[in-house]
């Protein structure tokens, strides 16, 4: 409440002064006792109990745990033997109390992740076994492996109706299947193609004539005595294209070769068995 004073106009100027000595000593005293009724704030209850062993949670600091329980960094650290820059990390259990209380956690810190490694797997390698060759006559040996055919919609049928004399054998430098005869004996297409080569530019295989097929095959038939076709005419599987000789060879015969994709196959592997 506030304090009033009031003064009488007939009152003397010793009375006055009396009154406000008086005044001033109350007030004083009012002062003093709120003051001295302010409750004192106890500095020991801003920390919180410390733990034996404290788990680093996500955000902490080695200093701010410190703080949060009244400690010292650096005795923290000396007790965990945490290095500057005091990195600690989630999980890791440090120590706040000296003493040998068992820890409550075996998690420990990591420094630094190991590289994941990439790791080469060898598959197993299963072999694709050599296609089963099939003959009228008697059957003989390749130094060289079976060369895989591939899957083709064509229709084959045999390009003589002759025996066979010598069959496939890159070993004797033989690229094809050779069919004995006559001459004039009627040679035949073996599969749908267009006639790519029809002359005898090369000695070796006399009269000559290719057919290229789809599926990247390309059929030979060589020592011909006279050809039916020239080249860039279309031809059908079982056409007569040319007729057996002895050009550029020793006998009369037929040399027979297929290729795919440019490398000599064994004929056996796609011709009729009959």
């Given amino acids: 409440m506030p ?3 009031q003064y009488r106009l007939f009152a003397t100027p010793t009375a006055v002064l009396k009154t406000l000595v008086l005044s001033t000593a109350v007030v004083s005293t009012v002062l003093l006792s709120g003051c001295a009724s302010k409750p004192q ?3 020991s209850a801003r920390y919180a109990t410390a733990p034996n062993f404290y788990t680093v949670r996500s955000g902490d600091t080695l200093s701010g745990i410190a703080a949060r329980y009244g400690l010292s960094y650096l005795s923290i650290a000396e007790m965990n033997d945490i290095a500057p820059p005091y990195r600690i990390y989630v999980g890791q259990s440090i120590r706040l109390k000296s003493g040998n209380a068992p820890r409550t956690t075996t998690t420990r810190p990591v420094t630094q992740a190991a590289p994941i490694q990439r790791q080469t797997v060898t598959l197993p390698t299963t072999p694709t076994p050599a296609p089963v060759i099939s003959s009228t006559t008697t059957t003989t040996s390749s130094s060289s492996p079976a060369t895989p055919v591939r899957s083709s919609s064509l229709r ?3 390009p003589s109706q002759g025996a066979v004399i010598e069959h496939f054998n890159l070993a004797s430098n033989v690229k094809g299947t050779r069919y004995g ?7 035949y297409a073996a599969a749908d193609g267009q006639v790519v080569y029809a002359a005898d530019g090369l000695k070796e295989y006399g009269n000559l004539i290719l057919i290229k097929h789809i599926d990247g095959y390309i059929t030979a038939y060589a020592h011909n005595s006279k050809m039916n076709v020239n080249s860039g005419q279309n031809v059908t599987a079982g056409q007569k294209i040319a007729e057996m000789g002895s050009s550029g060879a020793t006998r009369t015969m ?3 070769q297929v290729r795919l994709d440019g490398k ?3 004929p056996t592997n796609v011709l009729p068995i009959n």
């Fill in 41 to 43: 704030v106890n500095n």
């Fill in 264 to 266: 000599p196959i064994n």
């Fill in 181 to 187: 005869g006559n001459v004039g004996d009627p040679i």
């Fill in 156 to 158: 084959w049928v045999k």
């Fill in 254 to 256: 037929l040399e027979f």
């Fill in 3 to 5: 304090v009033v004073f």
